[in-house]
């Protein structure tokens, strides 16, 4: 190790130390999809147990309502799991933010359930292993080591482990703003933007949209310009959002919900389309490029259109204070000989979130391993104890005024 204190090498030590692979073969043979109402319940209860261990008031917490567009383009609403809030020492001088998320990708019916050996005891195999139930184990055993440091009488915190990271926390999004005012710095345990442990640095925003087109429908021999073909109208807007793209915007029209049997104009079809913005600038481009086009294909097609959804996930630059909190790191990671770099990325998470709110965050502080959202998913072992380490320190050191 490098120059550490007495004080943050035991800290470490004892992160490090913590058997954390149990605990994640434990919490990834439940199934937690997103959707899994059942399953997020039974994880949740299993993950309040173990963070009871530490200090401070937790609590389980309802999802702010949510709405979704069904294939019929009726509006219904969508119930989310529960989120867990741990409050610690609200009063001390130090306020830090740390989250990670229960769900998968994985739901209740799908095939990939189980857990397996790709190297007997070095690479694992399972749902949810790195994506993120590797990283909430790291997170709890940074913060017991913590707690075990003379130091934590300095540190206050909150811990947030939502319930739909992996459906846009549009449920979570509300307690995450909230709780994160105030705080000095944020940690998310999602896994390394890389195997070989890479944080992710910026990221773009994301904002899914639901266009629902509602046209007349007429026979498609005997009078069909009568009808108002609502099919055409959803496949003329899809074009010409993804014209849009450029430079500092992705658009993805993702899928065409309607349309009518082939005797019958189609009278409804909702487009999916998803955007990424890597500026907040870009983000207001395609927010008035989303209402301009609405406006024109509802004009030219003789269509009603109406449009749901919104920018769930801001962009996330890299500010001089989150480049303080990547050197940071950086150091930490020196100092315990593990070398740490960063790049930016094209995916989004919590992190999005919690920067919008003026508070630096680095939100890959979690395991090493890689083909996550996939059955190939994995997790490289010994990179428990390593990322235990290295976020124990940070969190010492973002203690001490660093």
Excluded at 25 to 53: D, K
Excluded at 257 to 269: K, M
């Amino acid at each position: 190790m490098g120059e550490l204190t007495s004080i943050e090498r035991s800290c470490v030590e004892e992160a490090s130390a913590t058997p954390m692979l149990a605990q994640v073969e434990r919490w990834a043979a439940v199934n937690s999809g997103s959707r899994n109402l059942e399953g997020l319940a039974t994880i949740a209860g299993l993950l309040a147990e173990e963070f009871s261990a530490l200090p401070g008031t937790l609590t389980m917490i309802d999802a702010a309502p949510v709405t979704a567009i069904d294939a019929a383009g009726r509006s219904h609403d969508i119930a989310h799991g529960q989120n867990i809030r741990l409050s610690v020492r609200p009063d001390a001088p130090v306020q830090l933010l740390f989250t990670g998320h229960m769900d998968t990708v994985f739901g209740a019916n799908h095939p990939f359930q189980a857990l397996r050996w790709l190297e007997p005891g070095k690479v694992l195999n399972g749902p949810g292993v790195a994506d993120m139930k590797g990283g909430i184990a790291v997170m709890l055993a940074a913060l017991k080591a913590v707690e075990a440091s003379p130091a934590a009488s300095t540190i206050g915190y909150d811990v947030i482990i939502n319930s739909d990271e992996e459906v846009g926390s549009l449920g979570s999004a509300p307690l995450i703003a909230k709780v994160a005012q105030g705080k000095r710095a944020a940690l998310t345990f999602e896994p390394s933007a890389l195997p070989d442990g890479t944080l992710a640095g910026a990221r773009p925003g994301s904002g899914n949209f639901d266009f629902t087109i509602r046209g007349r429908s007429a026979h498609a021999g005997r009078n069909p310009e009568d009808g108002r073909n609502a099919l055409i109208a959803a496949a003329d807007l899809a074009l010409r959002v993804k014209a849009a793209i450029g430079p500092g915007l992705k658009v993805n029209p993702a899928r065409i919900d309607g349309g009518s049997p082939n005797n019958v104009v189609p009278d409804l079809a909702i487009l999916r389309v998803n955007i990424r913005p890597d500026t907040l600038d870009e983000q207001q481009r395609a927010q008035s490029l989303v209402s301009r086009l609405a406006a024109e294909i509802a004009r030219e097609h003789d269509v009603e259109v109406e449009v749901h959804g919104h920018f769930a996930r801001p962009p996330k630059p890299m500010t001089p204070e989150a480049e303080a909190l990547f050197t940071l790191v950086k150091q930490a990671g020196a100092d315990l000989g593990q070398p740490i770099g960063w790049k930016s990325t094209g995916g989004v998470c919590d992190g999005n979130n919690i920067a919008a709110c003026g508070v630096p965050v680095i939100d890959t502080m979690g395991v090493r391993g890689g083909s996550i959202h996939s059955m190939e998913e994995y997790l490289i072992v010994e990179s428990l104890s390593e990322r235990a380490a290295l976020s124990a320190l940070t969190i010492l050191r973002l203690g001490q005024g660093a």
